[in-house]
């Protein structure tokens, strides 16, 4: 057994996201507050902060505000107020333009770049006293003999694909602390395990997700629109699949854009990476583009349950938070706020504990999320989501309507929701859908966009996508689902190829393609794929996304 060498901490926080950053940020401030010590560590598996972060993305400084109130002096990277928003419903030739829902009003909120503000507030929570390690994954979860958590373990790197240790091995670290937050963001490998052991999910609905893809570009300054936010639902996606675009004008003349796609969607034949390229042929879309340049690419899992997929969140020894846990409020498409809320809050409720003289093992992070404005704020959001996936896009919008604007919120029921590998139906029963070639000016196909993900693995470490039963992906994704994995990853990992010496059809992985957007972990209609972490400081070094 290979030897590793140890570190305690008060707290360890796994992932440098909003959520992560937020709780070292104001354990500092509770610390410093009250004149005592407490050592907090943040590990990212991303080469650097912001690397693997990916979002939309326009914040409600609701949370900023109470975690620094001076962001404005502290040069906090908010650079484009809204302006103004719009609604769209799309068909394949024209736009429908809808007044803007309440709930969907971004006065006084601002479009940023996600991995710029993460990368902002690591420093605050540097200069504030935290230790934060990018490029070290965490690997493994630690347990006290009782079956407490203890930690978590980064990963060994230098491994070989047959796992034996290569000429560079370097044993991974063990981080032991008295509570350890695990923030990885949505679907996280090891909160996966951590649901599984500790049954958080006894009482609450599977998660529900959606797959963003999104594109930044810099577009010609007559297209541009600085601060408009724009949002559209309808085509390209059929109105039985939940979706729906983004286009957001930042400062510098970029402009944001994805397509958000559920991942309940029913038929195999959908795959969302070509939906976006489509979606930028649209006579409302492709004029903003003309004569612009497309310069990152990525794509991410974000949670999309809601209230009711809210797992426990404390168990002996951590917690989780942010979309880890799934706080996104889909109403608002946003979830920032929320994320960074919760961290504050786990903050809050272990510096309490570990100031006491006797610190539960189990924070009590539950109840102050339950007491907080995050839970008001799901509870009202409620039932958006599921309402679209019980009645698709038409009676969805008027189901929405209904509940936003008549019942405010406080609907006597409450809709449920069923894992969305359970949604897929056999190929030969759907439709299949026919794709324009991409034209390598506005749309590209997957192999050019990965490029511009900024991608890296090194190819000789064990593959980080388990295969849990061989035979599954041919005798069952391909002959039932006609290989669904070849659609619905953004990024070209899986294929499948004619063995030639067998003639026999196999899955091939290409484990160095992957922009670890856990899509093939969630949609993979038996649950035979397991995403693991490979080694830290690998994935996608994505550029202010």
Not at 329 to 335: L, P, T, Y
Not at 349 to 371: C, G, K, N, T, V
Not at 497 to 503: C, E, I, L, R
Request: charged share 20%; aromatic share 8%; net charge neutral.
């Amino acid at each position: 057994m290979t030897r590793r060498e140890s570190m305690q901490f008060d707290i360890v926080i796994v992932g440098a996201g909003p959520a992560g950053l937020s709780a070292a940020i104001a354990l500092k401030q509770l610390a410093l507050d009250k004149g005592r010590e407490i050592s907090v560590c943040v590990v990212e598996k991303g080469a650097r902060v912001g690397a693997h972060i990916l979002s939309g993305a326009v914040l409600e400084p609701r949370a900023l505000d109470e975690l620094i109130p001076d962001w404005r002096q502290k040069s906090a990277p908010l650079k484009t107020r809204v302006s103004n928003d719009q609604f769209l419903i799309l068909s394949k030739s024209n736009a429908l333009r809808l007044p803007v829902a309440a709930v969907m009003n971004n006065e006084g909120n601002y479009i940023i770049s996600l991995g710029e503000f993460c990368r902002w507030l690591a420093d605050q929570a540097e200069a504030l006293g935290a230790e934060i390690y990018p490029g070290f994954a965490a690997a493994e979860l630690l347990y006290h003999e009782d079956g407490t958590l203890k930690g978590i373990a980064t990963g060994d790197t230098g491994r070989l694909r047959d796992g034996s240790k290569g000429a560079s091995f370097a044993a991974g670290m063990e981080l032991h602390a008295t509570y350890t937050f695990f923030a990885e963001g949505s679907r996280g490998h090891l909160g996966k395990q951590l649901m599984k052991r500790f049954d958080l999910r006894a009482k609450s609905d599977p998660q529900t997700y959606g797959i963003g893809l999104k594109e930044l570009w810099q577009i010609k300054p007559e297209n541009h629109r600085l601060g408009h936010v724009m949002h559209t639902v309808g085509w390209p996606l059929k109105s039985d699949s939940y979706g729906g675009s983004f286009l957001y004008h930042q400062d510098n003349n970029l402009l944001s854009l994805g397509l958000i796609v559920g991942l309940d969607y029913a038929n195999p034949h959908l795959s969302p990476y070509a939906e976006l390229q489509r979606f930028k042929s649209h006579p409302k879309i492709k004029p903003i583009l003309a004569g612009g340049t497309r310069l990152t690419y990525g794509a991410r899992a974000l949670n999309e349950g809601g209230l009711q997929s809210v797992p426990r969140l404390a168990f002996p020894g951590g917690c989780l938070i942010g979309c880890e846990a799934g706080f996104l409020n889909v109403a608002k498409i946003k979830g920032i706020h929320t994320a960074m809320k919760s961290g504050m809050l786990a903050a809050q409720a272990a510096f309490a504990a570990i100031i006491s003289d006797q610190p539960a093992l189990e924070l009590d992070l539950q109840q102050r999320i339950e007491s907080s404005w995050i839970w008001s704020e799901l509870e009202k959001a409620r039932n958006i989501r599921p309402g679209f996936a019980k009645w698709g896009l038409w009676g969805g919008l008027a189901h929405a309507a209904l509940d936003t604007y008549i019942l405010a919120g406080r609907a006597p029921w409450t809709l449920n929701h069923l894992a969305d590998h359970e949604r897929l139906k056999p190929a030969a029963d759907m439709p299949e859908i026919s794709y324009p070639k991409y034209d390598g000016v506005i749309s590209f196909d997957k192999a050019t966009n990965i490029a511009f993900s900024g991608v890296s693995h090194e190819e000789e470490q064990p593959c980080h996508l388990q295969i849990i039963d061989k035979q599954v992906p041919v005798a069952v994704n391909l002959d039932r689902y006609d290989g669904p994995e070849t659609r619905y990853c953004p990024a070209g990992v899986y294929e499948f190829v004619t063995d030639n010496q067998s003639a026999q059809n196999k899955l091939l992985i290409n484990a160095q393609n992957c922009i670890h957007c856990k899509c093939c972990d969630i949609k993979d209609p038996t649950q035979n794929i397991n995403w693991v972490t490979p080694d830290g400081g690998e994935g996608p070094n994505y550029a202010n996304m």
